[in-house]
């Protein structure tokens, strides 16, 4: 089983920044795929980004693209989203996912964490 656990979430003023954690145990060296989504109040899931664990590659929706960042640190497990140049419409809870397979929606990742809050005021 893998669990994951989401940090760095809070309130910002739009333009600003903030860098969610996601900490990975269990059998995270199964793990192909990593990435984060997001759910607004109201709003339909959306894919923010995704990251290839073995060769590192990134995919990002076109709403974040420029402004995110997905990364990874393998020594210790955990999976970061820094996120600058932040407006309102990001104000959402963001869920860490993982997953064997890339091939799928990070939406539809097998394995997500609670969440983290990020609200952005204008």
């Known amino acids: 089983q893998v669990q994951l656990v989401e940090s760095g979430g809070g309130s910002v003023q739009a333009g600003g920044s903030l860098r969610l954690s996601c900490a990975a145990s269990?059998?995270?060296?199964?793990?192909?795929?990593m990435g984060w989504f997001r759910q607004a109040p109201g709003k339909e899931r959306e894919g923010v980004a995704r990251?290839?664990?073995?060769?590192?590659?990134?995919v990002y929706a076109d709403s974040v693209k420029g402004r995110f960042t997905i990364s990874q640190d393998n020594a210790k497990n955990t999976l970061y989203l820094q996120m600058n140049s932040l407006k309102p419409e990001d104000t959402a809870m963001y869920y860490c996912?993982?997953?064997?397979?890339?091939?799928?929606?990070?939406?539809?990742?097998?394995?997500r964490g609670q969440g983290t809050q990020v609200t952005v005021s204008s």
């Open positions: 990251i290839y664990i073995g060769g590192g590659s990134t």
């Open positions: 996912a993982a997953d064997l397979r890339c091939g799928l929606p990070v939406i539809d990742f097998a394995y």
């Open positions: 269990g059998y995270t060296g199964r793990m192909y795929c």
